[in-house]
């Protein structure tokens, strides 16, 4: 079995630098958001084998490829998967509580 290769696309690593800072800024504490960075890297890296046994994500109806997505605590990571390329890319990270949001979504699946 082949794995496949993880890709972040600029706009997921922003939002997890993002997520990052305002953890450290509401905990205080810069060891509680490193480990939540760690259990993000983790599970996304848990899809480089069978990326397709998460469900489709909210915001797939929005696009014409399939966007799928991880739970990850009380984030949602939501990915791309590109067959041909055994690539998966990581398109962005929410809060669970937050609605939808297609415009910070590529118009095209990445390449």
């Known amino acids: ?4 290769s993880i890709v972040y696309t600029d706009i997921a690593t922003q939002s997890i ?12 504490s810069r060891n509680i958001s490193s480990k939540w960075a760690l259990s993000v890297r983790h599970k996304v ?7 397709f046994r998460h469900g489709l994500a909210e915001e ?3 696009r014409d ?11 949602v990571a939501l990915y791309y998967v590109d067959e ?4 998966v890319h990581v398109l962005t990270i929410r809060h669970g509580s937050q609605l939808p ?6 118009e095209m ?3």
């Open 1 to 4: 079995m082949k794995k496949y």
């Open 17 to 28: 630098e993002s997520y990052i800072h305002n953890i450290t800024e509401r905990s205080g």
């Open 45 to 51: 890296r848990s899809l480089q084998y069978f990326p």
């Open 60 to 62: 797939n109806e929005f």
């Open 65 to 75: 490829y399939e966007i799928q997505q991880i739970i990850i605590g009380k984030y």
């Open 84 to 87: 041909e390329a055994k690539k």
């Open 101 to 106: 949001i297609p415009d910070e979504l590529p």
């Open 109 to 111: 699946p990445p390449e």
